[in-house]
């Protein structure tokens, strides 16, 4: 019965959203729909639009060998029950961890995304809020590079902010 009544909740959302999407403003899923689904993952991006966002907003975070991933928090205690930040992590290494589980057993094993991953499949069907994370004050020129080389590459420039802690729209 309670669980009936959730997906006719859930649907009841969707119709409401798709109906908001169309003034033109941008209705953002904030990490995805992160309420349903574990945040910042493909699954939570595609379930946000299903539900209709028109827009995403995410965080981007620099692996230890400088793989752009996606990912908001400072350390991954919370997400992933291992401790330290991402730019501890080499890519191999956040592969192999599991970013779902914490968020029920029916997420168990799903893969933290690349930036390029979100960019390769959302790149303008939507508009993209970026939030570059750093855990200093300095940002790497050469990852900001790479960034909006990639923006470029998926052609997606009129469809993306890149956001900066603290908060500067670049």
């Given at each position: 019965?309670w669980?009936?009544?959730?997906?006719?909740?859930?649907?009841?959302?969707?119709?409401?959203?798709?109906?908001?999407?169309?003034t033109?403003?941008?209705?953002?899923?904030?990490?995805?729909?992160?309420?349903?689904?574990?945040e910042?993952?493909?699954?939570?991006f595609?379930?946000?639009?299903?539900?209709?966002?028109?827009?995403i907003?995410?965080?981007?975070?620099?692996?230890?060998?400088g793989?752009?991933?996606?990912?908001?928090?400072?350390?991954?205690?919370?997400?992933?029950?291992?401790?330290?930040?991402?730019?501890?992590?080499?890519?191999?290494?956040?592969?192999?961890?599991?970013?779902?589980?914490?968020?029920?057993?029916?997420?168990?094993?799903?893969?933290?995304?690349?930036?390029?991953?979100?960019?390769?499949?959302?790149?303008c069907?939507?508009?993209?809020?970026?939030?570059?994370?750093?855990?200093?004050?300095?940002?790497?020129?050469a990852?900001?590079k790479?960034?909006?080389?990639?923006?470029?590459?998926?052609?997606?420039?009129?469809?993306?902010?890149l956001?900066?802690?603290?908060?500067?729209?670049?």
């Open positions: 019965l669980g009936t009544f959730l997906e006719e909740l859930e649907e009841k959302l969707r119709v409401i959203l798709r109906e908001e999407a169309k033109g403003f941008v209705n953002y899923a904030h990490r995805g729909a992160s309420s349903y689904r574990p910042n993952t493909m699954a939570a595609r379930l946000g639009l299903e539900m209709g966002a028109n827009g907003e995410t965080d981007v975070q620099i692996s230890k060998d793989v752009l991933m996606i990912y908001h928090d400072d350390t991954m205690e919370a997400k992933t029950g291992f401790g330290g930040s991402i730019c501890d992590y080499t890519y191999e290494e956040l592969l192999q961890l599991d970013f779902g589980s914490k968020h029920g057993e029916k997420f168990k094993g799903l893969k933290i995304p690349t930036f390029e991953e979100i960019l390769q499949k959302f790149a069907h939507c508009i993209m809020n970026i939030h570059i994370k750093t855990l200093s004050e300095h940002y790497d020129e990852a900001m790479r960034i909006v080389a990639l923006i470029r590459k998926y052609d997606c420039v009129k469809h993306v902010y956001m900066l802690s603290p908060d500067r729209v670049i």
